[in-house]
């Protein structure tokens, strides 16, 4: 007994201290996450309370943004906007949700693939789709009905310029959200409590709309929630769509604040009340999310419960092909077109395709080199410090190493609520000054993008060291290693899939960013997105087609090769699985 405990204390008597820097890394990253939310939320109070000749503080900002009708009639039009792309996202997701999960419509697998890739697709850019589709004098569309039916050059089917257009546009680029959420509730409602209706004598509908249908309701509630916070806070598409429609929302009433002459106070004040709407919308989402009523579907279930369709069948796969051709089929192919003729009007064939639109973007447009190099610089940049911070905050908060890091945690996920056109102007109004001197430079973008990505890094990782169990950490810890030794060496190898996932997931989101962008980029430090959105108000769309190949195509391949390189994890994800 007294070898056992001599040879058990060998290793600790005989252990190397090391020196532990958990203190010093939090307080450093206490530091860094200050300066990059705090920052620019103190300077947007501050400027609110400023006139913009300098006069000291003033009310006279938040009166005119109660008395101004322009703005007001903005607030009006977006809140309206958002509910509509709210309640449309959720009709359109919950039944298709429904037919995935819990039916034996053919091809389930291949239809949740396509909907979620479908978030690889940024918003601005189906946007710009759908105007080539529905624009009434030169949309796809409405060309074939006046070639069909021989009508005159005014006549039109469909106007993507209205605010029905701006709704039906965003709805179908957000419905995915409620989709994913709705989908993933009834992969795990208890196919028991299904049962036992069945048992009871209730028919299949009955027992959905009994049964069903209430257990995911938080789930239908809360995706509605983010799709109506996504259209609310969004830019690029009502930029595309609501100006030429002659009528702006709150995000590009605020990007006009910004033209000359510039009114940087009543900027700074029209957008605190979509941050603090914001911050509402997203309580309520957690709120619904976390009720006691949700956490059964958390619970032990058996094999979902299948619901033949029989005769329904076809319309079901009408239904879905009808819902995968307007959200994904229809635009995606539209821009492949645009991209290869000459006009959007112009047929395809042979006399018609054209590489001209290559040339001019790869060849002949000087903005498209530094456009593209700046564009994958930032979401290099961006997506490799955003999963180092956030592997480090994660782990300080989730294992509890040092007093108060839960405030670390508080600081990562707090960017989630504020809305990106608001964290533009706030950033402007902190570093377009003399003492910092970072606007028209890289650097202001970066810290934009890591503001705005570090959320989604921090819940991706966070959610990952939740699965690690620490008796391993403690083992590194028992001889001799700091906290931060053990992580890299043998939390972070454990980690790798998870940290390759967030590493893509924020460089996917950094390069399709445009609501913080566009209020901070020179001529520069242009990136893809503003160059898309520069070359839409030109109107030279098979340029712009051109470039929104390309940013898919380096999405696309991003995920590609994170799920397919074994060094990168693909491997390590299948012999798990």
């Keep these: 007994m007294t070898s056992d405990i001599q040879v058990q204390a060998l290793p600790v008597q005989g252990r190397r201290r090391s020196i532990d820097f958990s203190w010093p890394t939090f307080a450093l990253l206490t530091l860094v996450l200050s300066v990059l939310v705090l920052l620019p939320l103190f300077w947007l109070v501050y400027y609110s309370f400023r006139s913009d000749t300098g006069a ?47 039916t034996d419509l053919p091809g389930r697998r291949t239809i949740r693939m396509l909907v979620t890739a479908s978030f690889v697709t940024p918003p601005f850019l189906g946007a710009i789709a759908y105007e080539i589709l529905a624009a009434p004098n030169s949309g796809i569309v409405n060309i074939m009905y006046r070639s069909v039916f021989g009508l005159e050059a005014s006549e039109y089917l469909v106007n993507i310029y209205t605010f029905s257009g701006l709704v039906f546009a965003i709805a179908c680029f957000t419905f995915p959200y409620v989709f994913t959420l709705v989908a ?96 509402i919308l997203l309580r309520a989402q ?74 001019f973007v790869l060849f002949e447009f000087s903005a498209t080199q530094l456009a593209l190099r700046n564009t994958f610089l930032l979401g290099f940049l961006t997506a490799t ?34 809305p990106g056109i608001v964290l533009g102007v706030g950033l402007f109004l902190s570093y377009a ?89 020179t001529a520069n430090t242009k990136l893809v997105s503003v160059i898309i959105y520069d070359l839409n108000e030109s109107g030279d769309l098979g340029a712009i087609c051109v470039l929104g190949i390309i940013l898919l195509a380096a999405s696309f391949a991003v995920v590609f090769i994170a799920n397919r390189v074994p060094v990168l994890g693909g491997s390590q994800m299948n012999t798990r699985g």
Excluded at 202 to 225: C, E, H, N, Q, W
Excluded at 390 to 417: E, K, Q
């Design 56 to 102: 000291g503080a003033t009310f006279a900002n938040y009166i005119a943004l109660v008395a101004d009708p322009t703005l007001l009639r903005a607030y009006g039009l977006a809140i309206g906007m958002a509910l509509a792309v709210g309640v449309l996202a959720c009709i359109i997701a919950t039944p298709m949700a429904w037919l995935v999960a819990r």
């Design 184 to 279: 993933n509730a009834l992969d795990k409602v208890p196919s028991d409590l299904e049962d036992a209706s069945s048992i009871l004598g209730g028919k299949s509908m009955t027992t959905l709309r009994k049964v069903t249908i209430p257990l995911v309701l938080p789930a239908m509630l809360a995706g509605t929630l983010i799709a109506i916070l996504q259209a609310l806070t969004m830019f690029g598409s009502p930029a595309i769509l609501a100006l030429p429609a002659g009528f702006h929302v709150i995000t590009t009433k605020i990007w006009s604040l910004f033209q000359f002459p510039p009114r940087l106070g009543l900027a700074a004040a029209a957008a605190l009340p979509l941050l603090i709407i914001t911050v």
């Design 286 to 359: 957690k709120s619904i999310l976390g009720r006691k009523g949700y956490t059964v579907l958390g619970g032990k279930s058996g094999t979902p419960r299948i619901t033949e369709l029989g005769p329904w069948k076809w319309p079901a796969i009408a239904f879905v092909f009808c819902v995968l051709s307007l959200t994904i089929i229809l635009p995606y192919l539209a821009i492949i077109k645009t991209a290869f003729t000459g006009t959007v009007g112009d047929p395809i064939n042979l006399s018609t395709l054209t590489l001209s639109h290559w040339r």
């Design 385 to 418: 410090a955003v999963t180092a911070i956030a592997l480090i905050v994660s782990y300080l908060v989730i294992r509890r190493s040092v007093p108060g890091s839960g405030f670390l945690g508080v600081l990562a996920t707090a960017p989630v609520a504020i």
């Design 433 to 521: 000054n003399p003492t910092f001197q970072l606007y028209g430079t890289i650097w202001i973008l970066l810290i934009a993008f890591m503001t705005i990505e570090l959320p989604a890094g921090y819940q991706q990782m966070s959610s990952a060291f939740s699965g690690v169990h620490p008796e391993l950490e403690e083992a590194g810890r028992i001889v001799g290693a700091s906290r931060l030794r053990t992580l890299w060496d043998i939390t972070a190898p454990l980690l790798r899939t998870s940290v390759v996932a967030a590493w893509c997931f924020v460089f996917v989101g950094t390069i399709r960013e445009l609501s913080a962008t566009i209020l901070l980029t």
